[in-house]
């Protein structure tokens, strides 16, 4: 794991901005099409707001979500939304969004078709993660039922979150998608997540979800 520290956000943001936009140009050398996965909330807004801007070929990259809110793409919670408002836009906007959430009355029954959307873009050539103070990232939090199989190296390529701290249920990628990545990115903020982030490298992935994908990861830090 590397960790890597910035003055300020902003001088974060246009950093990891350039350094996704090098590894998304260096995977188009080699492949037709690469998947860069990213995460919603207000942590990576910024980076997009630098990153679609990037001088390449956005209409060979396919762009989801490490995992998602079960509510429409307008929906206020939805990744799919700051993800289509901050991302996908200037020249990023020829990129094509795949994304993790279809409507239906239970989202266990919606999997197998968005997993046959994903399969074809996998493995993941660049991922971007964020994580919480209680050391969930993606939508695998500690506690979780059916973490452990999320978690698991024979887990399916998605997994429905629910718990009692989040209002909707969520579809999320699971630990063997994620951790296998190409290139692996967190970006966390603070000195609480950083000691968060601490704490979980000494923790099994069940306690710390975070865990299972440290390996070779980039982590980039700002107070």
Wanted: charged share 20%; net charge negative; with cysteine.
């Amino acid at each position: 794991m590397n960790i890597q520290e910035y003055a300020d956000r902003d001088m974060l943001a246009i950093d990891v901005a350039n350094k996704l936009a090098g590894e998304l140009e260096t995977a188009l050398l080699h492949d037709e099409a690469v998947a860069f996965a990213v995460p919603g909330g207000t942590t990576p807004g910024p980076i997009f707001d630098s990153l679609c801007a990037a001088d390449i070929e956005w209409e060979r990259v396919r762009v989801l979500p490490t995992d998602e809110r079960c509510v429409p793409q307008d929906h206020e919670r939805s990744n799919a939304r700051l993800i289509q408002e901050h991302l996908l836009v200037n020249r990023a906007a020829s990129a094509q969004f795949v994304p993790l959430y279809v409507p239906s009355a239970n989202p266990e029954d919606a999997l197998p078709e968005i997993e046959a959307l994903i399969a074809p873009v996998l493995p993941l050539h660049v991922l971007v993660l964020g994580m919480g103070e209680d050391m969930h990232t993606a939508s695998l939090y500690p506690g979780m039922p059916g973490l452990e199989q999320a978690l698991s190296s024979d887990a399916p390529i998605l997994a429905v979150a629910r718990t009692e701290v989040q209002p909707e249920p969520r579809i999320t990628l699971t630990a063997p998608v994620l951790d296998g990545a190409l290139s692996k990115h967190l970006v966390i903020y603070g000195e609480r997540k950083r000691e968060a982030l601490e704490r979980a490298m000494s923790k099994p992935p069940e306690e710390a979800p975070i865990a299972a994908v440290l390996s070779g990861i980039t982590v980039h830090w700002a107070e």
